[in-house]
Nanobody, 122 residues
Framework: QVQLVESGGGLVQAGGSLRLSCAAS??????YGWFRQAPGKEREFVVA????????DYADSVKGRFTISKDNAKNTVYLQMNSLKPEDTAVYYC?????????????????WGQGTQVTVSS
């Protein structure tokens, strides 16, 4: 059974850090994306990452603060979030796709995790 399991969300003060994890089971994927959805807003792109090539694409709102990385042995992708702001508060979703090229399009991702809540207090 193919699954993406996210973890690492929580409550943090502004300026703090969190690291989200996305563990894939059942198969390997060519690319990953992180998206987030704040209350009352549409889900938005955060970062995309090519597992094979290492290409990355960050949303302007997180560039320089968030970093995506991987652990091959654990088939896991991480999202390190530093200098968090209250506007980063959202449910964060990990998504995975078969293709190796990166994309911001949500409809190009085949599998989605259940989401993990990140709350940044001011």
């Amino acid at each position: 059974q193919v699954q993406l399991v996210e973890s690492g969300g929580g409550l943090v003060q502004a300026g703090g850090s969190l690291r989200l994890s996305c563990a894939a089971s059942g198969r390997t994927f060519g690319s990953y994306g992180w998206f987030r959805q704040a209350p009352g807003k549409e889900r938005e792109f955060v970062v995309a990452f090519s597992w094979r090539y290492g290409d990355t694409d960050y949303a302007d709102s997180v560039k320089g603060r968030f970093t995506i990385s991987k652990d091959n042995a654990k088939n896991t992708v991480y999202l390190q979030m530093n200098s968090l702001k209250p506007e980063d508060t959202a449910v964060y979703y990990c998504a995975a796709a078969s293709q190796y090229y990166i994309t911001r399009r949500q409809d190009m991702y085949d599998y989605w995790g259940q989401g993990t809540q990140v709350t940044v207090s001011s």
